[in-house]
């Protein structure tokens, strides 16, 4: 069983999308909570979708980019 398919997150999980939110927030300058909440839930979607190394992440940030 995979835990991302459950929407849970292992502790070194956590890590790897605390950092990929932080340091795309940081390059694209998103301070506001709501903006931060917004790109939150990308990654979470992504992460549903499997994807948790943080150059996939990255990429999947970009391609899918929309100002929130």
Excluded: Q, W
Excluded at 2 to 14: C, D, Q, Y
Excluded at 46 to 56: N, Q, R, S, T, V
């Amino acid at each position: 069983m995979l835990a991302h398919r459950h929407g849970v997150a292992n502790s070194e999980e956590l890590i790897a999308l605390t950092k990929a939110l932080n340091e795309y927030c940081e390059k694209h300058g998103l301070r506001k909570v709501s903006e931060r909440d917004e790109i939150a839930k990308r990654i979470m979607a992504l992460f549903m979708k499997g994807i948790i190394k943080p150059a996939e992440l990255a990429d999947g940030l970009t391609t899918g980019s929309r100002k929130p």
